[in-house]
């Protein structure tokens, strides 16, 4: 088992609070065009798009919302060109960032993300400065609530899928594999009809930057929490882990 992080439970829990907030549905609407754009619209033989399209249902998006977005990445329908970025920095305390994001227009975007960094205390560092801290990885959320196995047996049926770890969150199970072996992993799990609450292709740290300063720790927060809230930004990673002495509260 992976050890117990305290920044990834808080994180978890601020997801599930934003997805109420609908801007979730614009995240994953773009996933889902991009997808399509990318191998076509059939989920059967494209597996990013079928990972997009089963989050999306996940998150209780409309089936019809998630039609549209596959037909406008199919060319069915009209869309924006939306281009894939990553951006690289880092925030107060030396805490490595990664900003994954979609958007259709580069420049505008860049001095939004330059913006953000510098008003937090950080900056934004050339490519590669940051990226080799982080290995990419299938991260695959499992809720507990009506999971009908024990911890154990759910190890054992991850790792002989292929599976990598696993770690114990507050309300979920993050199951890890190489990213070419998560497909694998998640027909596994769903043959013993083990419901999925997210599966992505994440960037894990390889090793973890603790924030001992309370100060220190709202800034950094408050930066990861500014660019997740930017439209075009769909998903944000960090090495940032918190002292034990920092609560929720406390942020």
Known sequence: MSGHSKWANIKHKKARTDAQKGK???????????????????????????????NA?????????????IQKGTGALAAELLEELRYEGYAPGGVAVMVD??????????GEMRYIFSKNGGNLSEEGSVSWMFSRQGQISVPREGLALVEDDLLMLALEAGALDIEAQDETFEVYTDADDMET??????????????AQV?????????????EQARKVVRLIEMLEEHNDVQKVSSNLELADSIGAEDL
């Open 202 to 214: 994440s960037l894990i740290p390889t090793n973890l930057v603790e924030i001992t300063d309370v």
């Open 101 to 110: 994001l979609m958007t259709d227009n580069r420049n505008r975007t860049a």
């Open 57 to 69: 249902r996940a998150a209780n998006m409309p089936n019809d919302n998630i039609q549209r977005a």
């Open 24 to 54: 979730i549905f614009t995240k994953l609407g773009r996933e889902i065009i991009v997808a399509a754009r990318a191998g076509g619209g059939d989920i059967n033989n494209n597996f990013r798009l079928k990972v997009a399209v089963e």
């Open 185 to 198: 992993v998640l027909g596994a799990l769903s043959e013993r009809d083990i419901r999925v609450e997210q």
